[in-house]
């Protein structure tokens, strides 16, 4: 059975700090998601990562695919409280296979 | 462009009543997935479909789960009887088959369910 293990599990920070989540498994996907989640709605796609070390930058969001294509991380720059949410990674295997492995999520609270 | 919807937004039942949650793709979407969310269990995939045929059922929990896609733009997830333990938030995304974005999942708002 393949999973995706994030940590921490929760986190609160204050406004202005630096933060990393992470991502990893034993497995190797063909392409890695992160979604964030707010309260009340559905998760939305934040990057996908293909390639083993691609680094990808979505304003103060940096997203880094492993070497080896089994984990990942998330560093956010200067957290702002809009930030808060929850952020998902989920892997997709190689093929037409539509489906998604998620992780548990990292649960992230920006106080003013 | 209007995204996934689904209905109702939330649900409060009592065990063994019938509960049928609906959902609405995005326009063009060949993909379809159920999706139940706890904090102990994360989200779970159900079932999905792809042009109205269920693709991989292996996540529906038992046979007092069923999903149904009559057509391109409309599905339902029912469960009877309900129980205490099916108590989540069920959400519904869609996928399109071409494209940039096909690895993408568009997410409704989900479905909170109660069930006493």
């Known amino acids: 059975t393949q999973l995706l293990e994030q940590s921490p599990q929760f986190l609160s920070i204050q406004e202005g700090e630096n933060l990393t989540v992470y991502c990893n498994s034993s497995s190797v996907f063909s392409s890695l998601q992160w979604y964030r989640q707010e309260p009340g709605e559905g998760p939305v796609l934040l990057v996908t990562v293909v390639t083993g070390g691609e680094v990808k930058k979505l304003k103060r969001l940096t997203f880094q695919f492993g070497d080896a294509r089994k984990d990942s991380s998330l560093h956010i720059t200067a957290a702002q409280p809009g930030d808060t949410g929850l952020y998902l990674c989920?892997?997709?295997?190689?093929?037409?296979?539509?489906?998604?492995?998620w992780g548990l999520g990292t649960s992230l609270a920006v106080n003013p | 462009d209007a995204g996934v919807i689904q209905s109702p937004r939330h649900e409060v039942t009592e065990m063994g009543q019938e509960v049928t949650l609906r959902c609405k793709p995005i326009?063009?979407?060949?993909?379809l997935f159920w999706y139940r969310q706890t904090m102990m269990r994360g989200l779970e995939l159900l079932i999905y479909?792809?042009?109205?045929?269920?693709?991989?059922d292996s996540g529906m929990p038992e046979d007092r789960f069923s999903a149904k896609m009559p057509n391109a733009s409309f599905s339902t997830l029912k469960i009877q009887p309900s129980e205490p333990r099916d108590s989540a938030v069920y959400f519904c995304a869609s996928s399109p088959r071409e494209g940039w974005d096909t690895d993408t999942q568009y997410f409704g708002p989900g479905t909170r369910l109660t069930v006493l």
């Open positions: 479909f792809n042009n109205n045929v269920p693709i991989d």
């Open positions: 326009s063009g979407h060949d993909y």
């Open positions: 989920a892997g997709k295997n190689a093929g037409n296979n539509r489906k998604l492995i």
